[in-house]
């Protein structure tokens, strides 16, 4: 079956640690998106992409990096420049045309040990 | 900027039917979204409205107005299983760029 898998599941940063989040997509999509939840919150843009090789931040990028090597793969590291960067992180992707239409992975809650 | 506004919390009976307001303030806009959320869980796709008035799908529907930026979800029969965060989303100045409202959270008493 297709879809969107996000792991681990659960994960723990000690101070100063870098962290990667990794998110897989065998939809064949071409845009994917990285967003942050903290809880009771809405969903924070912090970076997308709509092809290979290129990606644009979104509303809070500061403290994150991505990369998007492979079509459907985007990786998010969460790095020591974050500082509160315990929240629930989900990645989505969708289809060129009909973009409107978002799948999400299942989800990441990343805590600070 | 982006920016939306939707209301924080809602409560129904069930059987009954809702609507869950939004308005929202862009730079461009391609067309509103709706997404469901059970608690921990991940958002689900609900409905799109690219153009004026009101689309339906099953017990949802979902209306927008261009000219008033203003948007609402209809859930109708309620059922237990809809207690939920509902939210809106708007692509707006950039057409692969979606944002999203902080989310309507959705109690339904028996």
């Known amino acids: 079956d297709g879809g969107i898998t996000q792991s681990p599941k659960y994960l723990f940063r000690k101070e100063g640690q870098n962290v990667t989040l990794s998110c897989e997509q065998n939809l064949n999509h071409d845009a994917m998106y990285w967003y942050r939840q903290d809880p009771g919150q809405g969903l924070r843009l912090i970076y997308y992409?709509?092809?290979?090789?290129?990606?644009q931040k979104g509303d809070i990028a500061e403290g994150y990096s991505v990369s998007r090597e492979k079509k459907e793969s985007f990786p998010l590291t969460v790095t020591s420049a974050q500082k509160n960067p315990t929240a629930f992180y989900l990645c989505?992707?969708?289809?060129?045309?009909?973009?409107?239409?978002?799948?999400f992975g299942s989800g990441t809650q990343l805590s600070v040990l | 900027g982006q920016s939306l506004e939707q209301p924080s919390e809602v409560t129904a009976v069930e059987g009954a039917i809702v609507q869950i307001n939004c308005t929202y303030q862009?730079?461009?806009?391609?067309?509103l979204s709706w997404y469901q959320q059970h608690d921990g869980g991940a958002p689900t796709f609900l409905s799109y409205?690219?153009?004026?008035g009101l689309e339906e799908t099953g017990r949802f529907s979902s209306f927008l107005s261009r000219s008033d930026s203003y948007g609402y979800l209809l859930l109708q029969e309620l059922q237990m299983k809809d207690s939920a965060s509902y939210f809106c989303a708007v692509r707006g100045s950039s057409a692969s760029k979606i944002i999203f409202g902080s989310g309507t959270r959705l109690s339904i008493r028996p």
């Open positions: 992409s709509q092809i290979v090789n290129d990606f």
């Open positions: 409205n690219g153009l004026d």
């Open positions: 989505a992707s969708s289809m060129d045309r009909g973009r409107e239409k978002l799948f």
């Open positions: 862009t730079s461009g806009f391609y067309g």
